[in-house]
Structure formats: C-alpha cells, structure tokens
Antibody
Framework: EVQLQESGPGLVKPSQSLSLTCSVTGYSITSNYWGWIRKFPGNKMEWMGY???????SYNPSLKSRISITRDTSKNQFFLQLNSVTTEDTATYYC???????????WGQGASVTVSS | DIQMTQSPASLSASLGETVSIECLASEDIYNNLAWYQQKPGKSPQLLIY???SLQDGVPSRFSGSGSGTQYSLKINSLESEDAATYFCLQDSEYPWTFGGGTKLELK
C-alpha cells in the first residue's frame, strides 16, 4: 500500500523559501505522477504542480517562477520549494500520487505551513 | 483556467436521506471530473473519477453523473460517517482546478 508523508518547517518568514519533503513508501516514484496541492484557510484548494515518473515537471502558472519540484529517486522522495513566500502562502500542503487513469488517489496527511515574521 | 463553481456551500441532512452536490465548469471538461471527501484533520479521499467511476473501496451509495459542464455527486442513504466536506476537481486541463467545497452536516 502506498503511503506518503510530508515533512518540513511549520513556520517560514516572509520573503524566504518554503521547502517540504514528501517521503513515499510502498510504491516507487519512478512510476506515475507525484504532485503538490495546498489548502488555504477558508478551504480553497490549489493544484501546484507535479513531477512525473521520468522527472519532467509541470507547474501552475499562478506560481510563476517561484515553484520548483524535484526528486531523489534513491530515497524515494520528492520535494517542493516555493520561493519568496508571503503570508498568502500560509496553507496546508499535501503531496499526492496520481496515475494516468485517476487523479490524486493517495495523499499525505498534510503539512501546515504558516508564513509569518 | 477552468473555473469550477460548486453548490451548495453547505448542506444539512438527516440519516437515511439522499443528497446531491453540483459542480459547474466554465467550459466543457469532457467528463474529467473527480469528487473527494475530506474529514477534519484528514487528507482527501478520492470517491469518484471520470465523472462516474467509483474508486475502489468506496461504498456504492456514492455515485457521480454528468457531462459537458455540469456534474453531480449523489449520496444515497446518508450515514453518520458521511459528515465531511466534499469537493470536485477538474483534471481535464492544466492547471487542474477545484470547486469551493460543500460541507455536509448530519442532523
């Protein structure tokens, strides 16, 4: 059974970078697609982007050049980096798997990140 | 981006009742519509994908329908465990976009 777990700082200062790790067990990240989604206070959700089985990436244009998703296949982990954060980036960040047949069918527990000085 | 308008924002129903939640897309999404359930403090669970395909392990009282720009999730014979927030997701075109969510409360 695939399991995903986010980890990283829960507090980030404005203008700094937010970095999160998604550790995957029970399934190789060299198969399918692996993405990041966030849920803002008030429940709005935003798809942020993904990294594919081959290492290619796709990002939400709303995040422009601030976002980067990378991976370490030897550790079966993938990563989110979001630069130049503001208080509007305060959210719960989820990592998730999706396949060619189904959208996100396995999710991590979520990591709450607050951007505040 | 494709806009997803979900209604109602909240819903109160009794055990055993049937409820429906709607999502309207700003353009044709060709049945590329999924429904999720999320309980407080938990991660979202996929219920329905491709508008009407039931995800493995999901009770058959959940069903999805629709086409074009209009889609709905129906929950038959409500049970106490169905109290949750439900939201739709269009995976037709990047960036994927979500509906605003429906909070279902059981009376």
């Amino acid at each position: 059974e695939v399991q995903l777990q986010e980890s990283g700082p829960g507090l980030v200062k404005p203008s700094q970078s937010l970095s999160l790790t998604c550790s995957v067990t029970g399934y190789s990240i060299t198969s399918n697609y692996w993405g990041w989604i966030r849920k803002f206070p008030g429940n709005k959700m935003e798809w942020m982007g993904y990294i594919s089985y081959s290492g290619s990436t796709s990002y939400n244009p709303s995040l422009k050049s601030r976002i980067s998703i990378t991976r370490d296949t030897s550790k079966n982990q993938f990563f989110l980096q979001l630069n130049s954060v503001t208080t509007e980036d305060t959210a719960t960040y989820y990592c998730a798997r999706y396949t060619i047949a189904t959208p996100m069918d396995a999710w991590g527990q979520g990591a709450s990140v607050t951007v505040s000085s | 981006d494709i806009q997803m308008t979900q209604s109602p924002a909240s819903l109160s129903a009794s055990l055993g009742e049937t409820v429906s939640i709607e999502c309207l897309a700003s353009e044709d999404i060709y049945n590329n519509l999924a429904w999720y359930q999320q309980k407080p403090g938990k991660s979202p669970q996929l219920l329905i994908y491709y508008a009407s395909s039931l995800q493995d392990g999901v009770p058959s009282r959940f069903s999805g329908s629709g086409s074009g720009t209009q889609y709905s999730l129906k929950i038959n014979s409500l049970e106490s465990e169905d109290a949750a927030t439900y939201f739709c997701l269009q995976d037709s075109e990047y960036p994927w976009t979500f509906g605003g969510g429906t909070k279902l409360e059981l009376k």
